[in-house]
């Protein structure tokens, strides 16, 4: 048994937040195996969201967190969640359930199990089952081609589905520079050259045809981070685990 903290960062969601949050507390249900908890991370939303999440904090008290970041990006999100928790296993998750549930513990088992150090839920692997508009799935593809031309292994790095250990959640994330979407490659890029140990989670993923995310802003920004990375080196940990699995 471990304990789970899962992070949903969310900006101007008030209209699917108590939806979203009922359904993962109902998995959390179903999966007694671990102690789990919901954050939501308020990242600067400006419509009524905060409000929302504190509504659902006293519904639920122990098992829901409002929890507000007052500057948007969902890597700053991540990173003043999970480096104040004191959960075994750190994850986070779309507010809008893209992933099938289902795929939860498979992201948290071997974490938990001491089988890995980070795990990440992948769209773009032979066994996922992944419905998604032409455009979309174009710029992933060749996003992760360029990822892999320039050293990242990884098959998917911008799946909003990922968990870490808390050990290797205060030791990595410090490290991550950016604060916003490329905040998910920079942290493989340097678990990975560290000998951090990934597990890919193939899943079952659909399309959101709300998405707050813009393609090609964040296709820029992720091309300067890569580029970042490469001049400058990836930075090293003073105390790397053994190895890869």
């Known amino acids: 048994m471990a304990t789970v903290d899962v992070v949903i960062p969310v900006y101007n969601e008030e209209h699917v937040l108590a939806q979203s949050v009922a359904t993962t507390l109902r998995c959390f249900d179903a999966h007694p195996e671990h102690v789990w908890r919901l954050i ?46 004191d959960a075994d296993v750190c994850a986070y998750m779309d507010v809008d359930l893209a992933t099938d549930l289902r795929h939860l513990p498979e992201l948290i088992d071997p974490i938990a199990r001491g089988e890995a150090d980070l795990a ?11 419905t998604r508009g032409l455009k979309r799935t174009f710029t992933s593809k060749a996003y992760v081609f360029i990822l892999n031309r320039t050293g990242l292994r990884v098959s998917d790095a911008q799946c909003g589905f990922k968990a870490i250990s808390r050990e290797a959640a205060r030791t990595l994330v ?33 399309d959101d045809p709300d998405s707050r995310v813009r393609i090609v802003r964040t296709a820029i920004e992720d091309l300067r981070g890569i580029w970042r990375l490469r001049r400058g080196g990836i930075p090293r940990v003073q105390h790397p685990t053994s190895g890869p699995a």
């Open 174 to 206: 410090p490290l991550v520079r950016d604060t916003q979407w490329f905040f998910d490659s920079e942290l493989l890029w340097i678990a990975q050259a560290n000998g951090y140990r990934m597990r890919e989670v193939p899943v079952r993923w659909r």
């Open 40 to 85: 939501v991370a308020n990242n600067a939303s400006t419509d009524g969201t905060l409000e929302v999440a504190r509504a659902l904090e006293r519904e639920h008290p122990g098992r829901v967190i409002a929890h507000h970041v007052p500057v948007k990006g969902r890597g700053i999100a991540l990173r003043s969640t999970w480096l104040t928790s």
């Open 120 to 130: 990440i839920g992948t769209r773009l692997h032979a066994r996922s089952e992944t």
